[in-house]
């Protein structure tokens, strides 16, 4: 896939745009219809690729993959409860579970944890699944970065979470990270005294860190913040960090330019927080996005972390509750836009990949599992 030049050039249009919540998309059944057989096809595949023996996916190193399958056959609107290929999954999950509460192998205990946290959540109505749900969710907690005095900004990574216990964190962690504890907050819900004998995330310093992470001068003071048209509002990977590759190769200074995933790392962030849709940050945000609406590459960094790019796109849309998105070029039914770009890009045996590798997605079962969980953000709305 070509990378090819995505920002909009003009400062004043970009700040004039918005995520459409106003209109209400019609009910598609035929879209619906071929996304539904998309999703089949993709679990289907998956389903080949899951050990009969221990029930992971992918990877038995990386829990992760098998919690993004088992929240991709969670979600299948075509079946009920938990299927046999999802209670493997979840045993594999379980089995994984070490002391300390994480669900990791050797290595990442934060990005497996996290995710697998998410997945649990989905069935934490039995027992067992509760109490290593609420074990993972310390874990989770615990993760979170602070340096020096608790409580106070020592550092530019205070607040964020990273893939173990060091820094640097990022943003990608840190919103997976918010996800799990925005699900599993059901898990106290009905037992307020052991509620308050829980551990508790420091929103306030988690939210500074999403802060530093994005190029909004009015809540970010940092040196590199920039308030141009192709970066303002939109979000790097930590701050003062991109994954895009520098304008200047020779200087050797890392990029901070805005890319898309990023971005819509950064609205998920702010929205399992709670951070209201006034908020100037939100707001940037969503304005950043609807000027480099793209579902043919990640703007800012074209091919590289593609799905991951969807998986977040359509999460990102979906629990925003926007059916529309406003861009320089009209307005842009997302759901359809999307779903017919997979389609094309869906293998004759279910499965996709990404010909780019960065960040393993030249994995098929990753990349899978991140095509699923898109469709099915999307046919919720369909």
């Known amino acids: 896939m070509k990378r090819h030049t995505f920002f909009c050039a003009v400062a004043s249009v970009a700040a004039s745009l918005v995520f459409s919540?106003?209109?209400?998309?019609?009910?598609?059944?035929?879209?619906?219809?071929?996304?539904?057989?998309?999703?089949?096809?993709?679990?289907?595949?998956?389903?080949?690729?899951?050990?009969?023996?221990?029930?992971?996916?992918?990877s038995e190193d990386h829990p992760a993959f098998t919690a993004l399958y088992a929240m991709a056959l969670m979600?299948?609107?075509?079946?009920?409860?938990?299927?046999?290929?999802?209670r493997k999954a979840y045993d594999f999950l379980?089995?994984?579970?070490?002391?300390?509460?994480?669900?990791?192998?050797?290595?990442?205990?934060?990005?497996?944890?996290?995710?697998?946290?998410?997945?649990?959540?989905l069935v934490a109505d039995e027992p067992k699944v509760r109490e290593a749900a609420l074990k993972a969710r310390r874990l989770v907690i615990k993760g979170q970065y602070d340096?020096?005095?608790p409580g106070e900004m020592d550092s530019p990574y205070d607040g964020g979470v990273g893939y173990g216990s060091k820094p640097?964190?990022?943003?990608?962690?840190?919103h997976f990270a918010l996800e799990?504890?925005?699900?599993?907050?059901?898990?106290?819900?009905?037992?307020?005294?052991?509620?308050?004998?829980?551990?508790?995330?420091?929103?306030?310093?988690?939210?500074?860190f999403v802060s530093r992470c994005q190029h909004l001068a009015a809540t970010n003071k940092s040196s590199w913040v920039s308030e141009d048209a192709k970066n303002k509002g939109g979000f790097v990977y930590r701050p003062g960090e991109s994954k895009v590759a520098p304008e200047d190769p020779a200087s050797g200074k890392p990029s901070v330019r805005s890319y898309a995933s990023m971005g819509y790392?950064?609205?998920?962030?702010?929205?399992?927080?709670?951070?209201?849709?006034?908020?100037?940050?939100?707001?940037?945000?969503?304005?950043?996005?609807?000027?480099n609406y793209s579902v043919t590459e990640n703007p800012g960094i074209g091919s590289e972390g593609l799905y991951y790019y969807y998986h977040t796109m359509a999460k990102a849309l979906n629990t925003a509750g926007m059916d529309f998105v406003e861009t320089p070029q009209g307005r842009k039914n997302w759901r359809a836009d999307l779903a017919k770009q997979l389609f094309n890009l869906q293998h004759e045996d279910g499965s996709w990949a990404n010909e780019n590798g960065r960040w393993m997605e030249k994995d098929s079962v990753l990349v899978t599992a991140y095509a699923v969980l898109a469709l099915e953000h999307i046919i919720r709305g369909l």
């Open 21 to 58: 919540g106003a209109a209400v998309a019609e009910p598609d059944e035929s879209l619906r219809n071929e996304v539904q057989a998309a999703i089949s096809k993709g679990l289907k595949y998956l389903a080949t690729k899951q050990d009969a023996a221990k029930g992971f996916v992918g």
């Open 75 to 86: 979600g299948n609107p075509a079946t009920k409860g938990v299927t046999p290929e999802a």
């Open 94 to 121: 379980l089995a994984s579970q070490k002391e300390d509460g994480g669900i990791y192998k050797t290595s990442l205990p934060n990005y497996n944890t996290s995710l697998s946290l998410t997945a649990l959540t």
């Open 147 to 149: 340096e020096g005095k």
């Open 168 to 174: 640097p964190t990022d943003m990608s962690n840190t």
């Open 180 to 208: 799990a504890l925005y699900h599993s907050k059901k898990l106290l819900a009905d037992d307020p005294d052991r509620a308050k004998a829980e551990p508790q995330l420091n929103y306030a310093a988690a939210i500074d």
């Open 265 to 291: 790392a950064g609205l998920l962030s702010f929205i399992y927080a709670d951070i209201k849709p006034g908020d100037p940050r939100v707001k940037s945000v969503k304005e950043w996005l609807a000027a």
